[in-house]
């Protein structure tokens, strides 16, 4: 009936405690926390004793908060340039000469071969180049990534797909989540929030961070890097591009590229052992090593281009073969530039150059503000529940009462070990679930009432009342786990900390609604022997 075992007892005590003590450091402040951090003996576990804490979003503390989108014409053409150079190497292959050369277009190539033998050799490997686009879910989906067609007078045009161009800027946007995650890491920030929004933009937000030109100076640079060699002036073989060493002026580098920044290993900011100024020491892995020490070696005497985003920062004379894979990079940085160009290094390239569409910076007054709204009405949220529920149900609420703020204090342990991020909204999640674990009391209680009026002993009644309202919980509870992980998984930002926060009330709901309070009303029972139901 309702006797509980000790063991029982002891356990649900147990399991109440350990999530109490778990919210104790998100109530200090981080002083606080860091002078208990050190209190601890080295050598006692980490993990045996709390100290992970909840992380205030970027409502709440204040920080910065940055809308990035894919840059789509210049990745459509870094698509064209690629499909260029890609139809040029087929040409080699195949042995065709193209009449006038290749042609490019907003939207792809084109190039004329009048020769029918010629171009039924060529068209086949033109289509190659075309790939099909694969769906995560479906697979394959039917479309490929380049429309090849032929025209009157030989003309052989190859034009990018629509499916293509979407689908390249949904890896680019993926890609660039994962570069902005490490950038963002640099720089030693807490807690950021980095998620797609929509089909080719990334909201990045920094709680904490009130100065974000740094932030924006670091999101901002695609940060390609590639070592060339200059040219000649006039060659065909070189493009224009600004060089850092003469004041802006556009000086001829070499099209190929020797190294790229995906050979790099590491990137070190540092100082000149001769001149003293701020430089970038750099690792090669051993493809990148070999590349390089084979072209330092033929090279010998020229001047190695070290281009970033298309501008020359660099360009010293190789002196001799430099073959140990690693080397630096001077431009007359300041000490903070070297750094930044090292956390740009070290993190990769950005697969397509991503514009700012949007800024914000959010005081932390505003967010202290939003804190202390946000306690007030959960003060007096609870207040009002705990009275209404000890004025209905007397003891039995007052009971209710203690469940409930067991219930609070178990969704803040959550979420400490969890280090969730809580945000205004995450507050408004804890408010309804104050409600909604009152609401399992109170199906309860009403049904406990039932059994009484219908002539059961009170030891009947209770036992009656937690049996057949259980099930009810669960249905209800359940109903609303689902619409809250609809919620997380379909929302973003501030939805889905709301969705976080309601779905760890749901749970501490049925440990503090249903076991909770039925141990201490049989604890009650054991102690008072009531012979009626005292509501």
Known sequence: MLRYSKTKTILTLG????????????????????????????????????????????????????????????????QVVALRD???????????????????????????????????????KLRELSQPITNAILGQTGARTVEVTEGEGGLVQLTLSEQGIADRVRRAVDQSIEVVRRRVDQLGTTEPSIQRQGADRILVQVPG????????????????????????????????????DSG????????????????????????????????????????????FGEATTQNVGRPLAIVLDNEVISAPRIL????????????????????????????????AKLNIVERRTIGPGLGQDSIE?????????????????????????FIANIALIVHVGLIFGLMSVLEATLTLPGIAGIVLTIGTAVDSNVLIYERIREEARAGRSVVSAIQAGFDRAFAT?????????????????????????????????????????????????ALWYAYARPKAIPF
Not at 91 to 111: F, S, Y
Not at 269 to 287: A, H, K, Q, Y
């Open 86 to 124: 890609d139809v040029r190497r087929v040409l080699r292959e195949t042995g065709v000469a193209a009449e006038g050369g290749i042609q490019t277009t907003p939207r792809g190539v084109q190039l004329r071969v009048g020769d029918q033998a010629a171009r039924a050799r060529l068209v086949p």
């Open 473 to 521: 919980i669960i249905d209800s509870n359940s109903t609303m786990a689902i619409a809250a992980l609809i919620l997380f998984f379909m929302g973003s930002g501030p939805v889905r900390g709301f969705a976080v926060v309601f779905i760890l009330g749901i749970l501490t709901t049925v440990i503090t609604a249903v076991t909770l309070t039925r141990m201490m009303i």
């Open 248 to 291: 802006g002026q556009r000086v001829p580098v070499e099209r190929r590229v020797i190294v790229s920044g995906e050979d790099l290993t590491d990137a070190q900011p540092g100082f000149d052992s001769r001149t003293n100024e701020p430089i970038v020491n750099f690792r090669f892995n051993l493809r990148g090593a070999q590349r």
């Open 209 to 244: 961070l009130q100065d974000p030109t740094r932030l924006e100076e670091i999101l901002g640079r695609t940060a390609k890097l590639e070592f060339r060699l200059l040219g000649d002036s006039g060659s065909t073989d070189t493009e224009l591009m600004p060089s850092r």
């Open 15 to 78: 399991v109440i405690l350990l999530g109490l003590l778990l919210a104790v450091p998100s109530m200090m402040s981080k002083e606080q926390r860091d002078a208990y951090r050190a209190a601890i003996p080295s050598w006692v576990p980490s993990w045996l004793i709390p100290h992970r804490a909840i992380v205030l979003g970027l409502d709440l503390q204040g920080g910065s908060h940055i809308l990035l989108e894919v840059d789509q014409p210049d990745l459509v053409r870094t």
């Open 320 to 351: 001799q073969p430099i073959t140990g894979g690693s080397g630096q990079i001077s431009g007359r940085f300041t000490v903070q530039q070297a750094n930044d160009l090292s956390v740009l290094l070290r993190s990769g390239a950005l697969p």
């Open 373 to 397: 709204a946000g306690k007030m009405a959960t003060y007096i949220a609870t207040l009002l529940v705990a009275a209404y529920m000890f004025a209905t149900y007397g003891v039995f609420g």
